[in-house]
C-alpha cells in the first residue's frame, strides 16, 4: 500500500492548484482503501508481482474517489469521512471537475498499462457504475423500490468496482478463466455485502462512527434494504410513516422510523441478507491457492459484517 501511496501522489501532479489541493483533500481524507487493498490481496493469493499491480491499485482508487466527488455533488452531501465534503468546502463546479480530473487521469494510466483486457475490465466497470448511479437517480422517492431493483443499483454503482479490482490480478497473471470468474465472484459478493452493510449503518450507527449524517439516505430519498424489509414488514400505519419521509425526505421523523426498522427486525433481515453475500464470497476465496494472502481475504469477507464505520 507504500508502494501505491506513492503512485497516487506521483499521478496526481498537475499544473493546476486548484485540481491537485481537491483531490488531496480527499484522496488523504482517512478512507478505507479497500478497492487497492483488495487488488493487491488478491495478487498475493496468486503469486503474482506484476510490477503494474500498483498502478492499477492506484486507477481503481482514482475512479473510487471520482465517483464519491460526483455523488456528494448529486446526494448534496455535506459530511464524509468526519468532515466536510469536497463540495462543502470548494463547491460543486469543482468537485465536479476534480472528479472529471480523476477519471482521465485513471484512464491516462490504463493505457501506460498497455493491456487491452485490462483496459476493457476498468472501462466497462467505469461504464456500470455511471449507470447504477443514473439507476439510483430514477429510483429516487419512489417507495416500491423492491428488493431486486435495489440490487441492482448496489451491484452497479458499488459492487462493480470491488469486482473489477479483484479481477484485475488473475489478468496479469494470466490465471485461467476459473480463478478469474472466482475473484469476480469474490469482489462482487464482498462488495455488495459492503453496501447493505452500510446501509443498515445508516439507521443503526452513529454519527462519529460513521463519519456522515445519520439519515442521509431517507433524506435524499433513497430505498435501502432496512426500508425495504420494514415496507414488507410493518403494518398499515409503519408504512405510512416511512412512505412519508421518503416521498418528501421528512427525516424529523428519523426517531420513529428508526423504532418501526429495529420493531420489525429489518434491519436483521437486511445483515442476513449481507451475511449471505459474505458467505458466497468465501466460497469464492476458497477456490484460490492456499496462503496467506487467501487467508486475508477470507479474513476481510468475515471482518466486513461486523463493521461500524
Known amino acids: 500500500m507504500a508502494a501505491v501511496d506513492r503512485v497516487?501522489?506521483?499521478?496526481?501532479?498537475?499544473?493546476?492548484?486548484?485540481?491537485?489541493?481537491?483531490?488531496?483533500?480527499?484522496?488523504?481524507?482517512?478512507?478505507?482503501?479497500?478497492?487497492?487493498?483488495l487488488l493487491?490481496?488478491?495478487?498475493?493469493?496468486?503469486?503474482?508481482?506484476?510490477?503494474?499491480?500498483?498502478?492499477l491499485a492506484a486507477v481503481v482508487e482514482f475512479i473510487h474517489t471520482a465517483t464519491l466527488l460526483h455523488?456528494?455533488?448529486?446526494?448534496?452531501?455535506?459530511?464524509?469521512?468526519?468532515?466536510?465534503?469536497?463540495?462543502?468546502?470548494?463547491?460543486?463546479?469543482?468537485?465536479?471537475?476534480v472528479g472529471d480530473f480523476l477519471y482521465s487521469r485513471a484512464f491516462q494510466m490504463m493505457v501506460d498499462v498497455n493491456h487491452m483486457r485490462v483496459m476493457?475490465?476498468?472501462?466497462?466497470?467505469?461504464?456500470?457504475?455511471?449507470?447504477?448511479?443514473?439507476?439510483?437517480?430514477?429510483?429516487?422517492?419512489?417507495?416500491?423500490?423492491?428488493?431486486?431493483?435495489?440490487?441492482?443499483?448496489?451491484?452497479?454503482?458499488t459492487a462493480k468496482l470491488f469486482e473489477a479490482s479483484a479481477r484485475l490480478a488473475p489478468i496479469l497473471a494470466q490465471a485461467d478463466p476459473a480463478i478469474e470468474q472466482a475473484c469476480a465472484?469474490?469482489?462482487q459478493a464482498l462488495g455488495t455485502a459492503f453496501q447493505?452493510?452500510?446501509?443498515?449503518?445508516?439507521?443503526?450507527?452513529?454519527?462519529?462512527?460513521?463519519?456522515?449524517?445519520?439519515?442521509?439516505?431517507?433524506?435524499?430519498?433513497?430505498?435501502?434494504?432496512?426500508?425495504?424489509?420494514?415496507?414488507r414488514a410493518g403494518d398499515a400505519t409503519q408504512r405510512a410513516l416511512i412512505r412519508d419521509a421518503i416521498e418528501h425526505g421528512r427525516i424529523e421523523n428519523l426517531p420513529d422510523i428508526q423504532r418501526v426498522i429495529l420493531s420489525t427486525g429489518a434491519?436483521?433481515?437486511a445483515r442476513a441478507a449481507a451475511q449471505a453475500e459474505a458467505r458466497r464470497a468465501l466460497d469464492a476465496a476458497a477456490t484460490l491457492p492456499a496462503n496467506s494472502h487467501r487467508e486475508a481475504l477470507l479474513q476481510l469477507a468475515a471482518a466486513l459484517l461486523e463493521r461500524r464505520s
Open 196 to 231: 447493505v452493510i452500510d446501509d443498515v449503518l445508516d439507521y443503526e450507527g452513529s454519527a462519529d462512527e460513521l463519519g456522515k449524517n445519520l439519515g442521509d439516505d431517507l433524506r435524499e430519498g433513497k430505498v435501502t434494504l432496512p426500508i425495504i424489509c420494514a415496507l
Open 267 to 269: 434491519l436483521d433481515t
Open 40 to 55: 493487491l490481496l488478491v495478487s498475493g493469493a496468486l503469486s503474482c508481482d506484476h510490477p503494474h499491480r500498483y498502478t
Open 71 to 97: 455523488d456528494d455533488v448529486v446526494d448534496e452531501s455535506t459530511l464524509r469521512r468526519g468532515r466536510p465534503t469536497a463540495n462543502q468546502t470548494f463547491g460543486n463546479a469543482a468537485s465536479v471537475l
Open 120 to 157: 476493457e475490465v476498468l472501462s466497462d466497470a467505469t461504464n456500470v457504475i455511471a449507470e447504477g448511479e443514473v439507476l439510483q437517480l430514477m429510483n429516487m422517492r419512489d417507495a416500491s423500490i423492491d428488493e431486486a431493483s435495489y440490487l441492482r443499483v448496489i451491484r452497479s454503482k
Open 185 to 187: 465472484t469474490y469482489g
Open 8 to 37: 497516487i501522489h506521483e499521478r496526481l501532479t498537475t499544473d493546476v492548484p486548484l485540481v491537485r489541493e481537491v483531490a488531496q483533500y480527499i484522496i488523504s481524507a482517512g478512507g478505507k482503501r479497500l478497492r487497492p487493498s
